[in-house]
């Protein structure tokens, strides 16, 4: 069994699962709604309160993972923890209160462990592929071929602070809505997509849209351009999160807690369908947390020569690993692997 804790943006979660000879699967979940971004500020530093509840919500997953046989753990974090200065002192204490390192992942580490387990999941090895992760913190696209990464990118928009920039005083008008697609559109400017390949969401937020698109009777109930623009229309026409929670206005298939900071996402959504003149995608079950899980499975099934073999290649291609981040990074992290394991 393997253990997957994820301390994102938007929550801390915790995935177990169990590998039965063909394929992982989840034997138990655990998430708790802290939003980490929204509690950096400006210079990165985390507020004392969001400090404290993380730590106890770490606390508690220890405890989950201590009643479990498990065979290997990850903790991970990546936008939030990237951004959080100084990140020592919170990363220690973190990793004390879990009993396992945390590890901040570089955006090629991260876009990888997601592309992985899209890619696990759909088990279709010749397929080209453009996987997107909108996240609490940023917003990652990743293009691939098979279980091979081609490239990598991550863009510093996310649900949690867009949310609060464009609609944090809970009201939902046309002039807010096209600021903030307007406002993620720029910082996707350039962004090179994929075209003619498969599209994949990968996050959270893409799934929660396509629940809302399909509960609502959205056109087609499929996660399209189209059908997204469909769903700001019925959200402009909610006027605010407080007729929500008023009980005068509704939307089926979301609680009106997570409304907001889904909204941010649907302006980023839209942005980002926008400039990769992408029409439609395709949501999936898997991402990050999955990613780990089949990655702590492969380097568990017999295949500890990836540590030779990859020190081989670095002292071939890349004799001064320190002047390739990425080379460094992993060179490093498998040695803590191999050590703790």
């Known amino acids: 069994m393997f253990a997957a804790i994820d301390l994102g943006a938007n929550s801390l979660r915790l995935h177990i699962a169990e590998f039965d000879g063909a394929t992982l699967r989840i034997a138990h979940t655990q998430r708790a709604p802290l939003r980490l971004a929204a509690g950096l500020d400006g210079q990165g530093l985390l507020d004392p309160h969001t400090r404290a509840a993380a730590l106890a919500i770490l606390g508690g997953f220890r405890t989950t993972l201590a009643a479990w046989p498990l065979q290997g753990a990850r903790a991970v974090g990546g936008a939030s923890l990237r951004a959080l200065h100084p990140r020592e002192s919170f990363l220690d204490e973190a990793g004390a209160a879990l009993g396992q390192r945390i590890e901040v992942l570089p955006v090629q580490e991260e876009g990888r462990l997601i592309y992985m387990g899209v890619a696990q999941i759909l088990a279709r090895p010749g397929e080209r592929r453009m996987v997107l992760d909108i996240g609490g913190g940023a917003t990652e ?201």
């Open 141 to 341: 696209l990743i293009v691939g071929h098979g279980s091979a990464v081609e490239r990598a990118e991550a863009y510093p928009v996310g649900t949690v602070r867009h949310a609060l920039s464009f609609f944090g005083d809970g009201r939902f008008d046309r002039a807010g809505f096209d600021a903030a697609i307007a406002s993620a559109a720029n910082q996707f400017a350039g962004a090179a997509g994929a075209p003619g390949v498969a599209a994949y969401g990968a996050s959270g937020t893409l799934r929660a849209l396509a629940r809302l698109v399909a509960a609502n009777g959205i056109g087609d109930g499929r996660l399209s351009r189209a059908n997204l623009w469909a769903l700001k229309e019925r959200i402009l026409a909610l006027g605010s999160l407080g007729a929500v929670r008023s009980g005068g206005l509704e939307l089926a298939g979301i609680r009106s807690d997570r409304l907001l900071t889904l909204v941010g996402g649907l302006a980023i959504a839209l942005a980002l369908m926008q400039e990769l003149q992408l029409e439609q995608m395709t949501q999936t079950e898997a991402g990050l947390r999955m990613g780990v899980l089949w990655d702590l499975h492969q380097r568990l099934a017999g295949r500890p020569h990836n540590a030779i073999l990859l020190r081989k290649l670095a002292g071939r291609f890349c004799p001064d690993a320190a002047e390739h981040p990425a080379v460094a990074y992993w060179l490093q992290a498998e040695q803590e692997w191999w050590d703790e394991a």
